[in-house]
């Protein structure tokens, strides 16, 4: 099987590579592009660990080959925050204690962000249900809801104060 | 996963001409079905074509009464169209309950549809809207396409390019989903029309999805739930696995039946 060119714009920077036609979007993700943010936890599409957004769409890329995402736009964990500079979703999950162990966690937030976008004043059901692709063995949700609504109520009291 | 090629179609005859060159070539739409199988080494197609840019099987429209949703077509978008809140909300509510919200972002009817999976949700919504089945060669009507557990009428190399249906006067659907992988254990829609009352069942049936005669019957003289007691509905027929029995399934069709015409708008 021939490798195949693939393009990606990856957190804003366009990248290049080579890839086989079989070989899912994490795995480049993380082995040719050294981004690990994205977790593989179950790899068969019920965990949410892999979560990024693809062409502003929330998907688990254990899911989607490389080669279906040739050409899209590409954002992860990586791209929404730094260490010096929190994204406000994950200020709130480290407030609210909305990680134990943390391996969901960048999926979690990846996710939280896409749903902030479809429904920035979500209530706590609608938090719940969007964000049920998403599977946590540590903390049974509470914190993680919270800090959801936490996030969404301080985005939108910037964008008050801002207009 | 075994090694596979990638070929992404730009037309629906493109597609067609693709599925001609591999040794086993697939379809491939959203992939939530298919990726899952081949990383389980339980299909290993020699070559993949992709459907998800297909524009002319994308796009929901709805002109006098008739319903025409695009194959390549994402559940999400159908979940979300106004369009289809508008002239079927049942099919809304029914897109907005497959999966997670990453699944529907990537799966489409038309996958759905092709692949008649027994607890598939849209197969049941097909049969009850007596929709039509739209090919690149001809039209197929909902009763004729579903032949059986993950059979339908389509020859190998025959792409659904849309799925047509008439705007039900009321329609429901109820669900009784596993609660690890969302399928439907028992799913029931119900819709009413000028020609009648059509029940489709998924999830529950041996033979894969099912119209109920004797709750249409029933229900054709007097759309309510009340009018639902006294129908039942054969375990002999029905699905029996680790989630739940055949007699367990049996009753939740009378259930979800229902819960559907109680929800029906």
Same mark, same amino acid.
């Given at each position: 099987m021939s490798k195949m060119h693939i393009k990606l714009t990856v957190n804003g920077k366009p990248v290049e590579l080579l890839a086989e036609p079989r070989e899912l979007l994490i795995h480049v993700l993380r082995e040719e592009l050294s981004i690990t943010g994205p977790h593989i936890g179950c790899e068969t599409t019920h965990c949410g660990a892999c979560t990024i957004d693809m062409d502003g769409r929330s998907i688990k890329s254990c899911t989607v080959f490389a080669a279906q995402a040739n050409g899209a736009n590409v954002t992860t964990i990586e791209g929404l925050g730094t260490p010096d500079g929190l994204h406000v979703l994950q200020t709130m999950f480290k407030e609210h204690h909305g990680l134990q162990c943390g391996f969901c966690t960048p999926g979690m937030i990846t996710r939280a962000y896409r749903l902030l976008q479809e429904n920035p004043d979500p209530t706590e059901e609608e938090v719940r249900f969007g964000m049920s692709g998403n599977l946590c063995r540590c903390t049974g949700y509470q914190n993680i809801v919270k800090a959801i609504l936490a996030a969404a109520a301080e985005l939108n009291a910037v964008k008050e104060a801002a207009q | 996963m075994y090694a596979t090629n990638y070929h992404r179609a730009s037309s629906v005859a493109d597609a067609v001409r693709l599925k001609g060159t591999g040794e086993e070539t697939k379809y491939v739409s959203g992939g939530m079905t298919l990726i899952p199988t081949m990383k389980? =080494?339980?299909?290993? #197609?020699?070559?993949? &074509?992709?459907?998800?840019?297909?524009?002319?099987?994308?796009?929901?429209?709805?002109?006098?009464?008739?319903?025409?949703?695009?194959?390549?077509?994402?559940?999400?978008?159908?979940?979300?169209?106004?369009?289809?809140?508008?002239?079927? #909300?049942?099919?809304?509510?029914?897109?907005?309950?497959?999966?997670?919200?990453?699944?529907?972002?990537?799966?489409?009817?038309?996958?759905?549809?092709? !692949?008649?999976?027994?607890?598939?949700?849209?197969?049941?919504?097909?049969?009850?809207?007596?929709?039509?089945? &739209?090919?690149?060669?001809? =039209?197929?009507?909902?009763?004729?396409?579903?032949?059986?557990?993950?059979?339908?009428?389509? !020859?190998?190399?025959?792409?659904?390019?849309?799925?047509?249906?008439?705007? #039900?006067?009321?329609?429901?659907?109820?669900?009784?989903? !596993? #609660?690890?992988?969302?399928?439907?254990?028992?799913?029931?829609?119900?819709?009413?029309?000028?020609?009648?009352?059509?029940?489709?069942?998924?999830?529950?049936?041996?033979?894969?999805?099912? =119209?109920?005669?004797?709750?249409?019957?029933?229900?054709?003289?007097?759309?309510?739930?009340?009018?639902?007691?006294? &129908?039942?509905?054969?375990?002999?027929?029905?699905?029996?696995?680790?989630?739940?029995?055949?007699?367990?399934?049996? !009753?939740?069709?009378?259930?979800?039946?229902?819960?559907?015409?109680?929800?029906?708008?």
């Amino acid at each position: 099987m021939s490798k195949m060119h693939i393009k990606l714009t990856v957190n804003g920077k366009p990248v290049e590579l080579l890839a086989e036609p079989r070989e899912l979007l994490i795995h480049v993700l993380r082995e040719e592009l050294s981004i690990t943010g994205p977790h593989i936890g179950c790899e068969t599409t019920h965990c949410g660990a892999c979560t990024i957004d693809m062409d502003g769409r929330s998907i688990k890329s254990c899911t989607v080959f490389a080669a279906q995402a040739n050409g899209a736009n590409v954002t992860t964990i990586e791209g929404l925050g730094t260490p010096d500079g929190l994204h406000v979703l994950q200020t709130m999950f480290k407030e609210h204690h909305g990680l134990q162990c943390g391996f969901c966690t960048p999926g979690m937030i990846t996710r939280a962000y896409r749903l902030l976008q479809e429904n920035p004043d979500p209530t706590e059901e609608e938090v719940r249900f969007g964000m049920s692709g998403n599977l946590c063995r540590c903390t049974g949700y509470q914190n993680i809801v919270k800090a959801i609504l936490a996030a969404a109520a301080e985005l939108n009291a910037v964008k008050e104060a801002a207009q | 996963m075994y090694a596979t090629n990638y070929h992404r179609a730009s037309s629906v005859a493109d597609a067609v001409r693709l599925k001609g060159t591999g040794e086993e070539t697939k379809y491939v739409s959203g992939g939530m079905t298919l990726i899952p199988t081949m990383k389980q =080494r339980l299909a290993a #197609p020699s070559d993949l &074509v992709d459907l998800r840019h297909v524009a002319e099987m994308k796009g929901i429209t709805v002109s006098g009464g008739t319903v025409r949703i695009g194959a390549a077509t994402t559940h999400a978008e159908v979940a979300s169209s106004a369009e289809i809140k508008a002239a079927c #909300p049942a099919l809304s509510h029914l897109a907005s309950l497959i999966g997670d919200p990453h699944v529907r972002h990537m799966g489409t009817v038309g996958g759905s549809v092709a !692949n008649n999976d027994p607890a598939a949700d849209y197969p049941s919504a097909m049969l009850a809207l007596g929709a039509m089945i &739209v090919t690149d060669r001809r =039209r197929i009507a909902a009763d004729d396409f579903f032949t059986g557990l993950f059979e339908t009428a389509l !020859n190998e190399d025959e792409i659904i390019v849309a799925v047509e249906f008439a705007a #039900p006067e009321k329609a429901g659907y109820s669900k009784f989903p !596993n #609660p690890a992988s969302r399928y439907a254990m028992t799913g029931v829609f119900v819709a009413k029309s000028a020609s009648g009352v059509r029940v489709g069942v998924t999830g529950a049936g041996s033979d894969g999805v099912f =119209r109920h005669s004797g709750m249409e019957q029933a229900l054709a003289g007097n759309f309510s739930p009340d009018a639902l007691s006294g &129908v039942t509905t054969d375990p002999a027929d029905m699905l029996s696995d680790l989630h739940g029995s055949a007699e367990y399934r049996a !009753n939740l069709v009378n259930v979800m039946a229902r819960r559907a015409v109680a929800a029906a708008t």
